[in-house]
């Protein structure tokens, strides 16, 4: 678990340098950098998921995935609601802002993990 979270960590961290950097200079890389960073952390997410790891109940991590499970459904009532897709609109703003608090919820993890003595995993 541990280097699986530091290099988790690493790739989501990586993965927003790279593409902020390349969307400074190619605007037309945002919508794949929507797509490759939060499909990494929706992969991320199902691996902690189905591991049960920091899923307990009322941990931060678990509340976020509730909020990623609400978004992804509403997200998909755009194709079903005639006039809904201004939740896109919406979606367009938060979806950075959310990859960063997923990379922070990882860290603060990785800084969990860092403490622990080694007599403490099973």
Known sequence: ????KRIDLFISIL?????SAIA??????IFLAYFVVG????????THTFCGWFTEK????????????AVIAMGCLVF???GFFLFLYVMLLAAPVMAIIY???CYAEVKILSKRP???FK
Not at 39 to 46: A, D, E
Request: charged share 10%.
């Open 58 to 69: 009322n941990s931060i991590r678990r509340t976020y995935h509730w909020i990623s499970f």
């Open 118 to 120: 080694l007599a403490d």
């Open 103 to 105: 990379t922070g919820i």
């Open 15 to 19: 993965l927003i340098i790279i593409f």
């Open 1 to 4: 678990m541990r280097l699986f």
């Open 80 to 82: 079903v609601i005639p």
């Open 39 to 46: 499909g990494w952390q929706v992969i991320s997410m199902l």
């Open 24 to 29: 400074i200079y190619n605007t037309g890389t």
